[in-house]
């Protein structure tokens, strides 16, 4: 238990291997590349470093963007996150927001064009690339030309252009001018994104030579440029969350086994590995901070506390379990530091989910334990043996003044069960519940006790003469 804990603490004091070149700031003007397919992966990235940014108080996000597209549902999705987010947003296509890109693109405040680039052909297709099904087809253009033409609305641009992105069966029209005839998708150059129509420009709002350009012509500080990069660690992500409520099992069925076998060490080794697995996953996912993992640890150390210097003051011990469960929940439920929580079933579902699962398996598995480990010679010490003598009530050996009827300071006897800190002795010929002042004693250890005191027998190793 003591060394899992020590390797628990030790995480704490790693550095931050997931953060930026240069730390995130008041007022950073925070440079996310999106790049390669849009994917699950890259939403996992560009929430976790949103967040980081709400927490900095930066003062704008820019999308750096070359992508052919991607799967449609992460593009909802990473538009709903830059949608509620209170940091105003950009996007520089340098050189390629098709599909989903574009879609993207539509999410964020401005949109710059380097000097050769394209942005549109939003169409849906299948993973495989495939057509999808002309019903099918007419429906996922229905839904999501609507949804997306709302988002275009919202942040300025002409609505009219979503339907050129996504739909063959429209023409595009913006006032009298004719931007795309029916039958074919609408892909813009920089050129033609930035041609002045209806009083405004047609989508982009101007041609940049790089990223420092962007920034100069939004009026924001090139100073103050922080450039994110996804980690190594990134593909792992979606894999961890879904993996969830075993790693929360195989943390908590370790530490039950580093209780009931102290000084054993692997069983709390691979608590350890296990909560930090689940902490780093969901760090690395967007979901949580690592003030959530400090808090886990604050909890396991009220409990160690409890176990080894207050045994019997339950409320540490629960206090410390009350730390522990609102850390697995908070990192698992999706809220942003610059917005207000909204406790909706979404909120709850998956951390109500994942830890249900977690307690329904660790009760079957522990009464497993409980019930066929034993007999194993590796862990015959996890549990009292059945066929020990039931040991009498504490109550029943101490009389009404406080002292023990038959019991005194100084007895000697031997521990017939591990006490950790708690277990059954044998003083005289007779069984006893006893406790210790916090170690862990063997069976078969010579004891002695050492005070009687509020209705407990506290014991200790025998001092040889």
């Known amino acids: 238990m003591k060394g899992a804990l020590l390797f628990l603490l030790l995480a704490l004091s790693l550095p931050n291997s997931f953060a930026t070149e240069k730390p995130m700031q008041n007022g950073s003007i925070v440079v996310l590349p999106v790049s390669g397919p849009v994917s699950e992966v890259q939403f996992f990235f560009l929430r976790r470093v949103l967040k980081n940014a709400e927490s900095a108080d930066a003062a704008a996000l820019i999308l750096d963007m070359d992508t052919p597209g991607g799967d449609l549902k992460s593009t909802e999705k990473i538009v709903q996150m830059l949608g509620k987010s209170p940091i105003p947003t950009y996007t520089y296509v340098n050189s390629n927001a098709g599909s989903a890109g574009a879609l993207i693109a539509l999410g964020t405040k401005k949109i710059f064009m380097s000097p050769v680039s394209a942005i549109g052909a939003a169409a849906p297709v299948a993973g495989s690339g495939q057509e999808i099904p002309e019903t099918m087809n007419a429906k996922i253009v229905s839904y999501y030309s609507g949804y997306f033409r709302s988002v275009a609305q919202k942040n300025g641009y002409h609505a009219e252009l979503v339907d050129g992105f996504m739909n063959l069966d429209k023409e595009v029209k913006i006032g009298d001018q004719i931007i795309n005839p029916k039958g074919s998708l609408l892909t813009l150059s920089a050129q033609e994104a930035t041609r002045p129509i209806s009083g405004r420009s047609l989508l982009a709002s101007g041609i940049a030579t790089d990223i420092a350009d962007v920034v100069k012509q939004c009026g924001l500080p090139v100073d103050k440029l922080v450039l994110t990069k996804p980690s190594g660690f ?120 994942n830890l249900s699962i977690t307690i329904l398996l660790a009760c079957i598995f522990i009464g497993l334990a409980s019930r066929y480990l034993p007999a194993l010679p590796l862990f015959r010490n996890l549990s009292l043996s059945s066929n020990l003598a039931p040991g009498p009530s504490l109550t029943n050996t101490i009389s009404n003044t406080g002292t023990a009827s038959s019991l005194f300071a100084g007895n000697e006897g031997i521990a017939i069960s591990p006490l950790h800190p708690t277990g059954r002795a044998q003083i005289g010929q007779e069984h006893f519940d006893v406790l210790t002042e916090g170690e862990f004693i063997a069976a078969g250890t010579p004891i002695q006790i050492l005070k009687i005191m509020d209705q407990k027998i506290i014991v200790g190793p025998r001092i040889q003469t």
């Open 234 to 353: 990134e593909n792992l992500a979606q894999w961890i969350t879904l993996l969830a409520p075993f790693l929360l099992l195989g943390g908590v069925l370790g530490a039950y086994l580093e209780l009931k076998a102290p000084g054993f060490g692997v069983p709390g080794i691979i608590s350890a590995i296990c909560f930090l697995l689940f902490f780093g996953g969901h760090y690395i996912a967007g979901l949580t901070g690592f003030e959530m993992l400090a808090l886990f640890a604050l909890g396991v150390v009220f409990i160690a506390l409890e176990l080894i210097f207050f045994p019997g003051i339950f409320v540490v011990a629960l206090s410390g379990a009350a730390m522990i469960l609102t850390s697995l929940f908070l990192a698992m439920a999706d809220f942003y530091p610059a917005q207000p929580i909204t406790f909706s079933y979404d909120f709850f579902l998956t951390p109500m989910l």
